[in-house]
């Protein structure tokens, strides 16, 4: 006989004893939670259902059950309280809205697993640039924990890799509810350690993050220089791997190049899975463009979105902003369906960014933050490896990007002659068309040149 | 059962008690009192099975005992009682009440039916200010959520930390958060957070002492808490509310409020409070004011197509970008109602992030809401 099977026949034994009032009010909701060798403990909703049973039906229940077991000689109630939570859709009814109040996002996200709902793969678009991050994505969420572990997703600003990554979590989360997952942004795990320590609950803080079965963790080049978070990283990472829980990773560029963290942990990161968002194609661009238009109910000409997709490439984010400053545009001018001027007009400020305009400073910090090179003058002379490639780089950026004279570049650097800054602008070139490693790198020091 | 209490003493109790009490069908009981004359004391009880409240009344207890009767019509008829004092008695399931120049009798029920309130463990609990926390919590509560939809910000969320106390309310449109700075007693030795429902919360601002330098203790047991006032000068009880807590976890709420601003503006508190009301009168059903920051004050304007529209300008010293940002007036001004300082400080961040209103010269209070996009 189950428990509910054993529970059934207690209640519809009692329900003859009791007025119906009180047998609604006292046992809806309660269960028999667990059966020992010789007691039985009853779930009730709240304690004023224990009080009531514990005082007025305690006899009768235990004789009804001995009735069944003969061992039973106590039984005991336990508090739990029903999640009253009501599944709620939420409602679409914004669409004839044209005022908006604003909420707080962060009580959109989940509290258990920090994910945010609004990720999803139905709603996550696939292109040549992402594929095979998608593929190693899904294979993740058959057999978390199997296949690719740990999962290192790495690519540029707005591409994508929160998405993915949540994602994962989320349908992972659908498909077996009973897992604990965890999604943490680099800084949240670097902030959390440093109250942790503050606070002597270290060892909590520990435990916490080994029961975890998926653990995500965003932004992961963040640790860089922080000892203390790739200590404890480390050793969270070596507990949960050999338990073969899933590790999630991401970070702006591949495991190698990020500086200031150790060895140990690199390896870690090169063990599983390595896969990297790049720029989305033309294509790919435009069908994100017409399932965000489609997400806002946003109705506009195909003209237009093509319009935008040939001219935002390189960031997948400013694809979405420049599809709600058109739906901006189209509230405050009731309607008017948005011709081709009318959005090169708005979207002046995204595609003729006024950011990429830069100087050669800001190159240089770029570059010698990107390699973690903090003596700026050994930077310049030094023949050391080590400082030659990205002294060599930053001639190549400031040729190209800034236009400026190759005797112009040699006296920034020391004054060198013009034939060493040739030397090395074609010598990167060649690398830049040939190596690809070398070609990810430049591109990342370019988005940070260009990023504010 | 027979004992004499005093009008007014027996008035305060079933003051109390009776708001708990309603219009229950399935269990009718649960709209009477539990009355009981204990040695010296007047003992009566209430509950919806979701709040319990307890009060306790000197009295001059002859014989002890028990009766249930409906709380509405009680307090009706002790509401037409003198100042005098009354003998109460017992006799079966019924209640007679008798006083100078008057005899009553009211049908009551078995006690037997009537729920039983949940015990607390009584020896370990928290300890402060009563005043104080009424005060804290009226500030918040009617920022809390009153959809079901996220049951954990539905209630008012306590934070009891090694040097203070947080009471926090949210709706997701807006937060409200106040600090309860000084020494307070906790026997648990860690730090104790929940979420209590918003309805218990209102129930508690009401038994909550309105005196200085009285002390409240609060119980916990699974999942329930229990928050008691004591009689004056007395380590009896007086009033004891147990409430159940609501599961969940609250949202990180730290993460909402801004560490920076990109604007900031200070004003006088009443002549705001004037300007939003002018202007939210403007504001037709959206009820939307649009705060414009220049260099040496704000413009406030509201547009209704079919009301009319306004521009009110008022003083300000004001820092950072020059900006417009909409708001509903409504939330404004349910944060300005819980500062008392003079002036406040408003800060923006930018049109579509949360500002935050805190009262010039007290860090104890803080209000953060959401603009409406523009």
């Known amino acids: 006989m189950t428990n509910e099977e054993l529970w059934q026949s207690v209640l519809s034994q009692i329900q003859l004893n009791i007025s119906p009032a009180n047998f609604a009010t006292w046992f809806a909701n309660t ?20 009080e009531w049973m514990e005082q007025k039906y305690n006899k009768d229940i235990l004789k009804i059950v001995r009735d069944f077991n003969e061992d039973i000689k106590e039984i005991k109630y336990s508090v739990n309280p029903i999640n009253t939570k009501i599944v709620n859709k939420r409602q679409s009814n914004k669409k004839d809205e044209p005022i908006e109040q604003l909420g707080f996002s962060e009580l959109e996200v989940n509290k258990e697993t920090n994910l945010n709902p609004k990720y999803t793969f139905s709603n996550f678009i696939i292109g040549p640039f992402n594929e095979i991050a998608y593929a190693a994505a899904m294979s993740v969420v058959e057999e978390p924990g199997k296949n690719y572990n740990p999962f290192f997703i790495y690519g540029g600003v707005g591409l994508g890799k929160t998405h993915l990554i949540q994602a994962i979590g989320n349908k992972i989360k659908e498909d077996s509810p009973s897992m604990k997952i965890k999604y ?21 803080l520990k435990k916490n993050l080994r029961e975890i079965d998926v653990l995500i963790i965003d932004d992961i080049q963040f640790i860089a220089g922080k000892d203390k978070t790739q200590e404890e990283f480390f050793h969270t990472f070596n507990s949960l791997y050999q338990k073969n829980k899933q590790i999630i990773l991401s970070s702006d560029r591949h495991p190698d190049n990020i500086p200031a963290i150790t060895e140990r942990l690199k390896s870690r990161f090169n063990g599983g899975m390595i896969a990297d ?42 694809l979405e902003s420049s599809i709600s400053r058109l739906l901006i545009y189209k509230k405050t001018n009731n309607s008017k369906l948005i011709s081709i001027e009318d959005a090169k007009k708005l979207l002046k400020n995204i595609i003729v960014s006024p950011s990429r305009i830069t100087n050669h400073k800001k190159i240089i910090e770029s570059i010698t933050s990107f390699y973690d090179i903090s003596s700026g003058n050994m930077f310049l002379t030094s023949r050391k490896k080590e400082y030659a490639r990205p002294r060599q780089i930053a001639m190549y950026l400031l040729k190209k990007e800034l236009k400026m004279s190759y005797s112009e570049i040699g006296r920034k650097f020391d004054g060198k002659d013009h034939t060493t800054v040739i030397h090395a602008c074609q010598l990167i070139e060649k690398e830049y068309e ?19 | 059962m027979n004992f004499t209490i005093l009008a007014k003493e027996l008035k305060k109790g079933l003051g109390f008690t009776e708001k708990i009490t309603g219009k229950n069908l399935t269990l009718p009981i649960l709209n009477n009192l539990l009355i009981e004359a204990l040695p010296n004391f007047l003992k009566i009880s209430s509950t919806d099975l979701e709040i319990g409240m307890q009060w306790w009344g000197a009295c001059k207890t002859e014989k002890e005992g028990s009766v249930v009767v409906p709380a509405k019509f009680i307090s009706q008829l002790a509401g037409t009682l003198g100042e005098d004092k009354i ?13 100078k120049n008057i005899k009553t009798q009211i049908k009551g029920f078995s006690t037997e039916e009537f729920p039983i309130i949940p015990t607390f463990l009584k020896e370990i609990y928290i300890e402060m200010d009563g005043k104080k926390l009424k005060e804290g919590l009226s500030s918040v509560v009617d920022i809390t959520s009153l959809s079901q939809i996220k049951p954990e910000i539905s209630g008012v969320y306590f934070s009891f930390n090694k040097t203070n106390i947080k009471l926090v309310a949210t709706d997701s449109f807006r937060l409200a958060e106040k600090t309860i700075q000084g020494e307070y007693k906790n026997l648990f030795n860690k730090d104790i957070s929940f979420i209590l429902p918003q309805k218990t919360v209102k129930e508690l601002i009401n038994i909550l002492p309105e005196e200085d330098g009285k002390n409240i203790r609060i ?22 509310i147990v409430s159940r807590q609501i599961d969940g976890q609250y949202p990180t709420y730290e993460e909402i409020i801004p560490k920076t601003s990109k604007t900031k503006i200070v004003v006088n508190k009443d002549e705001f409070n004037r300007q939003i009301k002018t202007a939210g009168l403007f504001g037709g059903k959206t009820n939307e004011v649009i705060i414009k920051i220049e260099e040496k004050g704000i413009e406030i304007k509201s547009q209704d197509s079919e009301i009319g529209e306004s521009e009110l300008n008022m003083p300000a010293i004001t820092e950072g970008d020059f900006s417009k940002i909409s708001f509903n007036y409504k939330f404004i001004l349910d944060g300005l109602t819980n500062i008392k300082s003079s002036e406040i400080s408003f800060e923006f961040q930018g049109n579509d992030g949360p500002a935050v209103i ?9 209000y953060v809401i959401m603009p409406i996009r523009i």
């Open chain 1, 277 to 318: 968002i790049t720029m989305p194609d033309y294509e790919t661009r435009l069908a994100i463009l017409n399932q965000k238009a489609e997400e806002k109910n946003l109705s506009v000409s195909g003209e237009v979105l093509e319009y935008i997709a040939n001219n935002v490439q390189k960031n997948i984010r400013e």
């Open chain 1, 184 to 204: 943490i942004p680099a800084e949240k795990l670097i902030s959390s350690i440093v109250n942790a320590i503050r606070n002597q609950s270290i060892e909590e």
């Open chain 2, 219 to 240: 119980y916990f047991s699974e999942s329930q808490v229990m928050f008691e006032t004591f009689l004056p000068n007395s380590t009896h009880p007086e009033i004891n």
């Open chain 2, 87 to 99: 003998e109460i008695k017992g006799k079966g399931n019924n209640l007679i009440l008798e006083g």
């Open chain 1, 31 to 50: 269960g028999i939670s667990s059966v020992e060798e010789n007691s039985i403990t009853i779930s009730v909703p709240n304690s004023f259902s224990k």
């Open chain 1, 434 to 452: 040939e190596n690809e490693k070398m070609r990810q790198e430049i591109d990342l020091i370019l988005q940070r040149v260009y990023s504010k």
């Open chain 2, 358 to 366: 805190r009262p010039v010269g007290d860090a104890s209070y803080l």
